[in-house]
């Protein structure tokens, strides 16, 4: 660093110290070249023995827990989630699991670390380091062959591959761009019908969140998803705010970020003209509530656009964000505003990669799990998704509501200009109840209960089947799914439902600790690990799991292992009543009694008093 850049400041200095005495989790760089995967392997290893380590010698679950949770915390990654404890220990003890999770913390930290050194930013690189955009982009690839090689056959015999299915869906640029436009269109239909006007926000974090390339002096080592977080909660009480006041505005948020990766929020939202002033107040109010005095805090930190009639149009206003925050289509030349100058990102080969500045975005997005758009009110879009998927049979007979809603959210092709027909969100708000109809829409979600195999539980889930008109809560018009079969290269088949999560459990989760225990502890396994049913005893405070030499016949040395009982151990080790012996005594009163035939009495535990 000294060497590229002549010398570094103080700050950047505490970062290069920070990083060197960083020895608890995946170093950045070894001998100048970035880590590879071998380490990401080594490393979940590492974990996945520690956590077998924790469970064979904590007795309770509590201790297991907290355990767990000091050895992810030191490794950066969140703790396990579930509803059981044995559904959080078994993600623990899941190699899996673990390379998820430390393969984003690496890529999270590299791109922050060089955000910090000023190596991010609109003289370098914009939105996201190159080195992150090199390692998102070619984990995208990688996905992509995966699910080109995984073929899915449903009952009907139809056959595609899993990337065929994904580019029928919202995963596909082109028709994500087109989803949203149509809702957007929706929203600003509705709103001319019912008098609404338009207000285009802008909502930036404070100065200590900005690195501005390395340059600002305020910057306090925010990361990404931390400045994501408090725009979250400044909307959450803005939210509320406008809850109590009684305002019902809807639209659409869009989440991009500035050229340092800091996140801003432009939102597209439509209210009754009477309670502008009172919601301009609110958003206002609460968007500068924190360090408030900065210079230049009301002029950069919110920014109101009001769009009247006659101006163009809400929708033409915030297409070209939503464009460029997805593949870039009719922007032209994408710019960025900042500093009160007009910056022009263009794009940049790294290789054999082309990045674009919406790719760079879009990789920025994945890399720090940011969501870029969210409808705000408006009805409810999964209920959108199940109407589309009824069919004409099954709409044939019901309410006037459902089938207006149905022809609404059809789109019909065709070269006889009577017959095309292209779908109308504003027509769907208005059979739902209007714009802010909110939890009264006229047409509700059912939902039922279906048994859930996945990798770490199995368990009864509620799955949607279709829809109901609210008047007829007990007739529902089902909608139709496939089931369909996964196969991919080397692997057996798992049938799956379309639009559920695809996991195997194929056995209890004690034999599949086994399994993971034996394949972690070597390179090679020395036996099969048998197959055994769940264990006699399984004390109520106590997850009892298999040792790494449960499943081993040799160790390192040629001599045999000697198979210990563990549930034996733990009964007779397990936590003592209030008022019993402590262990140790119990230990030398049975000592005694077998050796020396020491009468009990005259081993008895002292009064406390």
Avoid at 145 to 170: H, Q, R
Avoid at 230 to 255: D, E, M, N, Q, S
Avoid at 536 to 542: F, I, L, S, V, W
Avoid at 549 to 575: E, L, M, P
């Amino acid at each position: 660093m000294h060497r590229l850049f002549g010398g570094l400041d103080e700050k950047k200095n505490k970062v290069i110290e920070a990083v060197l005495a960083d020895d608890q989790r995946v170093p950045l760089a070894t001998a100048g070249v970035l880590t590879g995967e071998g380490a990401f392997h080594h490393a979940a290893d590492a974990a996945v023995r520690e956590c077998h380590r924790i469970c064979n010698r904590v007795l309770t679950d509590d201790a297991i827990l907290i355990a767990i949770g000091m050895v992810c915390r030191r490794r950066g990654v969140a703790v396990p989630c579930g509803e059981t404890v044995l559904e959080i220990v078994d993600r623990a003890l899941d190699k899996r699991w673990w390379l998820r999770h430390i393969r984003t913390e690496f890529k999270r930290r590299f791109d922050h670390v060089a955000k910090q050194l000023g190596l991010v930013g609109k003289h370098i690189d914009p939105y996201i380091s190159r080195e992150s955009a090199i390692m998102q982009e070619h984990r995208n690839r990688e996905n992509q062959k995966l699910l080109e090689a995984c073929k899915a056959v449903n009952e009907n015999g139809d056959v595609y591959t899993l990337a065929e299915l994904a580019s029928k869906g919202v995963g596909n640029k082109t028709l994500r761009r087109g989803e949203l436009m149509l809702r957007i269109r929706g929203f600003e239909e509705a709103a001319g019908v019912l008098g609404h006007v338009a207000m285009f926000w802008t909502i930036t974090c404070p100065s200590k969140f900005h690195s501005v390339g390395g340059t600002n002096e305020k910057y306090k080592g925010f990361t990404t998803r931390q400045a994501q977080a408090y725009l979250c909660k400044v909307w959450a009480c803005i939210r509320a705010a406008l809850h109590r006041a009684g305002i019902k505005p809807y639209g659409f948020r869009v989440a991009e970020p500035h050229t340092d990766g800091c996140p801003h929020w432009h939102m597209l939202l439509f209210v009754d003209p009477a309670r502008v002033n009172d919601m301009e107040m609110i958003v206002t109010a609460y968007a500068l509530k924190e360090d408030e005095g900065e210079n230049g805090s009301h002029e950069n930190r919110v920014k109101l656009i009001n769009i009247e009639a006659g101006n163009g149009s809400a929708a033409g206003y915030i297409a070209k964000y939503v464009s460029k925050n997805i593949d870039g289509y009719g922007v032209g030349e994408h710019h960025a505003f900042e500093d009160g100058r007009t910056y022009v990102i263009t794009s940049d080969n790294l290789g054999n990669m082309e990045f674009t500045p919406s790719k760079r975005v879009t990789l920025w997005a994945q890399l720090n799990g940011i969501r870029q758009f969210q409808q705000i009110g408006g009805p409810s879009v999964t209920v959108m998704r199940e109407v589309r998927r009824l069919t004409a049979d099954a709409v044939q007979h019901a309410p006037e509501v459902i089938r207006e809603a149905y022809q609404a959210c059809q789109k019909i092709e065709s070269e006889d200009p009577a017959v095309a027909q292209k779908a109308s969100f504003a027509r769907f708000i208005w059979a739902m109840g209007g714009p802010t109809c909110g939890r009264n829409a006229a047409i509700k979600l059912v939902c039922r209960e279906q048994f859930f195999k996945g990798r770490y539980v199995a368990k009864m889930i509620s799955k949607p089947v279709g829809v109901c008109w609210v008047a007829q809560p007990h007739v529902v018009y089902e909608s139709v799914r496939y089931q369909w079969t996964i196969s991919g290269p080397g692997e057996r088949a798992v049938s799956a439902s379309f639009d559920s999560q695809i996991g195997v459990c194929s056995s209890p989760p004690w034999t599949r600790i086994a399994a993971a225990s034996a394949s972690t502890w070597s390179s090679v396994n020395k036996c099969t690990p048998p197959v055994n049913a769940e264990p006699a005893y399984r004390p109520k405070n106590k997850i009892i799991f298999p040792s790494f030499d449960a499943s081993r016949s040799f160790d390192r040395t040629g001599a045999r292992c000697v198979k210990q009982d563990h549930i034996a151990v733990y009964v007779r080790h397990r936590k003592r009543a209030p008022s019993a012996p402590s262990l140790h005594l119990e230990y030398l009163r049975e000592k005694y009694r077998e050796r020396h035939e020491v009468p009990v009495t005259t081993l008895r535990r002292p009064s406390v008093n």
